[in-house]
């Protein structure tokens, strides 16, 4: 979500100004800054082609880490954009940000959403309409009337969503809670989710700060590893939210174990003593325990004990 430029985002926040100013440049009146301090922007894309036209309206929130470690939040408006059709689009955009995480997107975006909307366009003229049917221009009505209104639009960062297809399909994981471990007055304790998607790893932090007392932890350190089937490759990623090099140790941990499709987010209490090196003994010791207890070792463990020599697929870092 939209917040405060620290000093670590003063790059990603260079990287956004020339990259809305090149959208701005390119695209004119269709791009639209609707609140800059939170970096909220719309841009209305059409086919291009006079009959049939297709419009979508792509509204986007550009989080403080994009595009270096966080990607675009958007929405789509569009009346005629339903169910598979509303996947597939969501999809590419998803194959998109997956295939250049770390880079400027938007543009590339833009042109996915215009190429579906010409290719939509083209499939209904080869279906061939007969003349005397308006649904072209009725969808044209509703898409005018769903589109916002660029001098009071305001995009609801609460209910935005990435990959926003996915939101009405996925539940939120079920969430495990480990025993605590306690040392000198800091408390650690693990957490556990099963997870398919970098968008359910996202739905699981939002739940888990619903707790006040999780909310509330000095840090909150995670790590996932996601198992990609068709490419044999692992979407993986970590964060130390203030407790350094806690998350790559976390991920490390994972991999070792080679766990797959779970994330593990471990908080910490701290008690006024400094740890040392004991805080990553501990956060390492309550992921490993929580990773046992549900059962995600038994992969490697049943692996192990057959003496079989699988081939290691590699592995992909997502942001």
């Known amino acids: 979500m939209a917040g405060i430029i620290n000093a670590e985002n003063e790059g990603d926040l260079q990287a956004q100004i020339e990259e809305v100013e090149a959208l701005a440049s390119i695209y004119g009146d269709e791009w639209c800054v609707i609140d800059e301090a939170s970096r909220i922007f719309c841009i209305k894309i059409s086919s291009d082609l006079e009959e049939p036209k297709r419009t979508a309206c792509l509204q986007i929130i550009l989080p403080p880490g994009y595009p270096s470690t966080a990607p675009p939040i958007y929405q789509i408006n569009a009346a005629w954009l339903r169910g598979p059709e509303r996947a597939k689009l969501a999809n590419s955009l998803e194959d998109l940000y997956v295939e250049h995480a770390g880079e400027s997107i938007l543009y590339l975006w833009v042109e996915k959403v215009r190429e579906f909307l010409v290719e939509k366009s083209q499939s209904s003229e080869t279906a061939g309409q007969p003349e005397n049917v308006t649904l072209t221009a009725e969808e044209e009505v509703n898409d005018d009337e769903d589109a916002p209104d660029f001098r009071t639009f305001k995009l609801n960062t609460e209910s935005a969503y990435f ?3 996915h939101a009405n399909d996925e539940e939120v994981p079920p969430i495990k809670h480990g025993n605590t471990i306690t040392d000198r007055r800091s408390t650690f304790q693990p957490h556990l989710a099963p997870v398919v998607t970098p968008r359910q790893v996202k739905m ?6 619903e707790n006040k007392k999780i909310a509330s932890a000095t840090h909150n350190i995670y790590a996932y590893r996601i198992y990609c089937e068709d490419k044999h490759s692992f979407l993986q990623d970590c964060e130390d939210d203030g407790e ?11 991999q070792i174990l080679d766990v797959r499709n779970v994330m593990v987010v471990v908080s910490r209490w701290y008690g006024g003593i400094l740890l040392g090196p004991d805080r990553f003994k501990h956060i390492n010791n309550c992921a490993r325990s929580i990773l046992v207890e549900e ?4 992969f490697t463990d049943e692996a192990t004990k057959s003496g079989a020599k699988t081939k290691r697929p590699k592995h992909k870092k997502t942001k």
């Not at 699981?204 to 700060?209: A, D």
């Not at 059962?295 to 038994?298: E, P, R, V």
């Open 244 to 254: 350094t090099a806690a998350g790559g140790r976390l991920l490390h941990l994972l």
């Open 295 to 298: 059962g995600y070792t038994a």
């Open 163 to 165: 990959f926003m297809d």
């Open 204 to 209: 699981v932090l939002e739940k888990l700060y």
